[in-house]
């Protein structure tokens, strides 16, 4: 049973530029969360997918935007990168009814020149 | 506001000794606390959770306290070994008036844990 995978693994843009992150989440899982990592910090919430909607926001600009498709699977996309942009972006993963229970990808690695 | 904190950002022990993470959090409506190990490379793993209506919770090896009255939250790792060297992260969540998780996940900064042969 594949665990939740993202995609690519590494990336690297340039300022201004518009990047696309994956996720499949887990067989089973219903709902998918995004995380922002910068290095050296915990996580930070980006938003949730559930039922192709977003349900829940943290505090990121609307150069943030993401989608769930009828699969489950999720899009993170950022818009007119900046160099603050550059961080590990995790796809976290939840049952059906277990929102608080989170199973994390290995992450991408976004780094922004 | 919501925040987590940890303590102590490091922490080496020695083999086969016992290991205490500290976390602090300061929102008093948070009911769920999570602890995630991370690995190098690797996306946060989950260690133990405890409910806020619980004061400890023990796992394999694994122990979570949770103090209410002062916001504290820590992880005892029992006979520390190499493979527990990670970052140690503590992570709150709060429910609806239902009982709903949002699943808003709150990470605290995390602390590095060094076991040394």
């Known amino acids: 049973d594949a665990g939740v995978t993202q995609s690519p693994t590494h990336l690297i843009k340039t300022r201004g530029q518009q990047v696309t992150l994956r996720c499949s989440p887990k067989s089973g899982h219903d709902t998918v969360s995004w995380y922002q990592q910068a290095l050296g910090q915990g996580p930070q919430f980006i938003f949730q997918y559930y039922e192709e909607e977003e349900r829940q926001r943290g505090n990121f600009p609307d150069r943030f935007s993401g989608h769930q498709f009828p699969n489950y699977s999720s899009e993170l996309n950022v818009n007119a990168l900046l160099l603050g942009d550059s961080a590990l972006y995790l796809c976290?993963?939840?049952?059906?009814?277990?929102?608080?229970?989170?199973?994390f990808g290995a992450g991408t690695r976004l780094s922004v020149l | 506001g919501e925040s987590v904190g940890l303590h102590l950002p490091t922490l080496s022990v020695q083999e086969g000794d016992n290991s205490i993470i500290n976390c602090a959090y300061s929102?008093?409506?948070?009911?769920?606390f999570i602890w995630y190990k991370q690995e190098s490379g690797k996306g946060p793993q989950f260690i133990i959770d405890?409910?806020?209506?619980?004061d400890k919770r023990q796992g394999q090896r694994v122990t979570v306290l949770l103090n209410k009255t002062v916001k504290h939250l820590s992880l005892q790792i029992a006979a520390t070994q190499p493979g527990d060297s990670a970052v140690y992260f503590c992570a709150e969540n709060t429910s609806n008036a239902g009982g709903t998780s949002y699943g808003k996940l709150t990470f605290g900064q995390g602390t590095i844990l060094t076991v040394h042969p």
């Open positions: 976290a993963s939840s049952p059906p009814g277990a929102k608080n229970i989170q199973y």
């Open positions: 929102n008093s409506a948070s009911d769920y």
């Open positions: 405890i409910r806020s209506n619980m």
